[in-house]
């Protein structure tokens, strides 16, 4: 049973930078890809990138000039790095398990991690 | 603005029927990619609902159906119980944007 578990500053100023960790544990940490997800108060779900674990990305073509997403194999952790933050970026940031490897199925996420609230503001 | 559209607010009696629609076009669903299906509890993290249009992981109950057809698809809950109050998201592909998409989301109520 996969667990992701993640952590990361909650309280940023505008133009700073966003940086979160997920943590996995349980399963196979190099035969899934990885995503995140956020979701802004009282708001729905956006995804912003995923990423496997050979660092293959992909990004929400919104996002893209401003996210980075790695991973660290030896310890099976995956981090989010948003610039230039703005009060738009407030949301609750989620870390996701990506199948992409169902046979016959489009991509999902399968297990998701606590979510972490961000907050920008000056 | 989502590309895949959903009711704000369903809801229904105990015991009754529920369905959620998420319309979608011809740059998702029409172009043949699967829908998927998560509920959100009050305070907690997406859970997995539906997987590729109509299958259930293992522990969601049977209540819960799935389907795609044309422009749209749908989520039904059968025999509503409290518990399922809940937010609901549709997800897919988008070959337009080329990126992952959620639905505007439903907010289911049990009368």
């Known amino acids: 049973q996969v667990q992701l578990q993640q952590w990361g500053e909650g309280l940023l100023k505008p133009s700073e930078t966003l940086s979160l960790t997920c943590a996995v544990y349980g399963g196979s940490f190099r035969s899934y890809y990885w995503s995140w997800i956020r979701q802004p108060p009282g708001k729905g779900l956006e995804w912003i990138g995923e990423i496997n674990y050979s660092g293959s990305t992909d990004y929400n073509s919104a996002l893209k000039s401003r996210v980075t997403i790695s991973v660290d194999t030896s310890k099976n952790q995956v981090f989010l790095r948003l610039n230039s933050v703005t009060a738009a970026d407030t949301a609750v940031y989620y870390c996701?398990?990506?199948?992409?490897?169902?046979?016959?199925?489009?991509?999902?996420?399968?297990?998701w991690g606590q979510g972490t609230l961000v907050t920008v503001s000056s | 603005q989502s590309v895949l559209t959903q009711p704000p607010s369903v809801s229904g009696a105990p015991g009754q029927r529920v369905t959620i629609s998420c319309a979608g076009s011809s740059s998702n669903f029409a172009s043949g990619y699967d829908v998927h299906w998560y509920q959100q509890l009050p305070g907690t993290a997406p859970k997995l609902l539906i997987f590729g249009n109509t299958n259930r992981p293992s522990g969601v109950p049977d209540r819960f159906s799935g389907s795609r057809s044309g422009t749209s698809a749908s989520l039904a809950i059968t025999g509503l119980r409290t518990e399922d109050e809940a937010d609901y998201y549709c997800?897919?592909?988008?070959?337009?944007?080329?990126?992952?998409?959620f639905g505007t989301g439903t907010k289911v109520t049990v009368l």
């Open positions: 997800q897919s592909y988008d070959s337009s944007l080329s990126d992952y998409v």
């Open positions: 996701a398990r990506f199948l992409t490897m169902v046979r016959g199925v489009d991509p999902y996420f399968d297990s």
